[in-house]
């Protein structure tokens, strides 16, 4: 087995099929593409500074409150092992496929168009969906920041003239509105404007974070810990609820995958932009959990603003002001690094056909300015109506959907059907699927009620049981297809370790996390998926009906429709 950077030649069709070639000759296609201006510590800074933000300024103390008391940090390393394991994926697929379009391109080049479609939906939950909660995030802190001035000023008639403006009522939030604006207007100017703001905040982020966390562990109490599980949230089942709404928290470490496309050296700099990301953010998430949770009693952590609360609470008012300050100045960031991805996912979609040829518009800058414009005013609109709790368990879930797409796409690069047994690959896989989602219903069935009975343990068994048997049939049944080389020494490309087991465990916690959700937001996942899809097929209806129409005004070679049209494109420099 290899695994780590080793010399690959091949490629997948479009069919999902496979063609060997070097990585150097795929990339010696790319010519003609978005221009390569990001460099490995860009990378880094961008995943770290969409990563980087509600995660710790919000969801840490929410969980701890609501759902896993002081055992908020298992939360959190139960999700970061998943996602570290379709981390490693997207580390491999980052770098064979280094184009604008993430876990939309992979399922793309081994699924079909169908299943992009899926996977784009869920990417637009993960990009224009989680900005507009971050922005929400922050507007709301700054109406409970303003809430903590002293009361002299709390009596003054300027203080409640400016509370009227930024807290109305009626669930508008115009400090959501003036950021979500802002992070558009800037984005507008283009991306290499944008990537300097993102690499000085990203470093402001990283440097406020680990303050809070040193400072929360010195002041960590280990009375506090205890029940480490509190009984009224389940015990485990209040755990691994945590972990499901925690993996909101790891969105942005795919966004590297999104503008790989504008990476220099993508082979090599998105993998380890991946891996170092990953590293990052789960140490801060863990150390950071672990210091809040200690600091204050579980009870008393505040779901909107623990860390400053927290400070203040254990009386050091002079850290909580500087946390709550740090929280306004670098939440921004996370805003504009997370929408910066969502029009280079519609102009990759565009040039597909799969969205309006509007999307894949680029100005004489290089700019992708219609898309951002369409997508910012979506942001915009959420970020001002839609509060933060009504986002979190349906973004959570999209990105675990395209997490699992992703999973299984390695597996589809690297694997293959017998062949006396033609599909057996793809079956096998869909039953694994099945299995995963049925095994972890029944699992939550048992770690949350104290009296289950023989049968659901029966069950639970004999799934799990299957699900291990699917698995394991997968990886001695089905042959690699990948034709190991290495007199290419500079066809260096990431290879996922351990493949199908890693990604299949992958898939496994994905389905499973997703089964912890209450049924309103399960419903709402797959209502969105399924309405994603309708409109697909509605596109697809209306485009045969008038096939001969757009014969007689597109000629066949216009650039719009290629198996790789990012790399077909021309397009100048970014500003």
């Known amino acids: 087995m290899q695994s780590g950077y080793g010399a690959v030649p091949v490629s997948v069709s479009g069919n999902g099929g496979v063609e060997d070639h070097s990585v150097n000759a795929c990339q010696t296609q790319t010519n003609n593409e978005l221009h390569r201006h990001l460099s490995l510590f860009d990378l880094v800074c961008v995943g770290v500074g969409a990563t980087v933000g509600s995660g710790v300024f919000v969801l840490i103390g929410l969980i701890s409150h609501t759902q896993a008391g002081p055992a908020v940090s298992v939360s959190w390393l139960v999700a970061g092992v998943a996602a570290c394991a379709s981390g490693l994926c997207y580390a491999e697929l980052g770098g064979r496929f280094p184009s604008v379009g993430s876990s939309y391109v992979y399922a793309k080049e081994t699924m079909g168009e169908c299943a992009a479609v899926v996977a784009g939906a869920c990417l637009t939950l993960e990009y224009t969906g989680s900005a507009s909660a971050v922005a929400r995030s922050w507007g709301d802190k700054v109406v409970s920041f303003a809430q903590t001035w002293e009361d002299e000023a709390v009596e003054s008639a300027w203080y409640r003239f400016m509370m009227v403006m930024i807290d109305p009522g009626f669930g508008i939030n115009p400090c959501a509105f003036l950021i979500s604006t802002g992070s558009v207007l800037l984005l507008l100017d283009g991306v290499k404007e944008s990537k300097s703001a993102t690499n000085f905040f990203s470093t402001v982020n990283v440097s406020l974070v680990f303050f809070m966390a040193t400072m929360s562990l010195i ?37 590297i995958c999104c503008i790989s496309g504008e990476a220099i050296d993508p082979t090599r700099n998105v993998p380890r932009a991946i891996i170092i ?12 959990s672990i210091g809040l949770a200690g600091m204050v ?3 008393d952590i505040s ?21 709550a300050f740090g929280e306004l100045a670098v939440l921004p960031i996370v805003v504009l690094v997370t929408i910066m991805a969502q029009p280079r996912l519609n102009y990759t ?34 970020a001002t109506v839609v509060p933060f709790a009504y986002l979190d368990d349906l973004i959570s879930s999209g990105i675990l959907i395209a997490f699992t797409m992703t999973d299984t796409s390695v597996i589809l690069v690297r694997k293959t059907s017998p062949p006396d047994k033609p599909f057996m690959l793809e079956m096998l896989l869909a039953i694994f699927h099945i299995l995963s989602l049925l095994s972890g219903f029944l699992l939550r069935s048992c770690l949350s009620i104290g009296a289950t009975g023989n049968a659901i343990r029966a069950l639970t068994l004999l799934s799990s049981t299957c699900t291990v048997l699917i698995g394991n049939r997968i990886r001695t049944h089905c042959p690699s297809k990948m034709q190991w080389h290495s007199n290419e020494p500079n066809s260096v490309l990431f290879l996922t370790p351990f493949v199908p087991t890693l990604p ?3 898939c496994f916690v994905n389905l499973y996390l997703i089964s912890q959700l209450e049924v309103t937001g399960l419903c709402a996942i797959f ?39 990012e790399r077909m494109l021309s397009m100048p420099e970014a500003k």
């Open 303 to 323: 779901g909107t603003s623990g860390f400053p609360d927290g400070f203040r609470y254990r009386g050091y008012n002079w850290a909580a002001d500087i946390t």
């Open 504 to 506: 299949l465990f992958g």
């Open 527 to 565: 209502g969105f998926v399924g309405v994603a899809l309708l409109l697909y097929f509605y596109s697809l209806h209306r485009k045969k009906q008038h096939a001969g129409l757009f014969a007689n005004v597109m000629p066949a070679d216009n650039g719009i429709r290629t198996e790789h049209p």
């Open 219 to 255: 002041l960590a109490k280990s009375e506090n810990m205890s029940p480490f599980i509190p009984p009224e949230f389940g015990e485990a089942g209040g755990v691994i609820r945590g972990a499901t709404s925690s993996f909101f928290g790891y969105i942005g470490f795919d966004e």
């Open 349 to 382: 979609m565009a040039l597909d056909g799969v969205l309006p040829e509007v999307f894949a518009k680029v100005d004489d800058d290089g700019n992708l300015r219609s898309g951002t414009k369409i997508a910012g005013a979506i942001m915009v609109i959420i």
């Open 277 to 288: 990301t990953l590293i990052v953010v789960t140490s801060l998430y863990c150390a950071s």
């Open 297 to 299: 009693p579980y009870e």
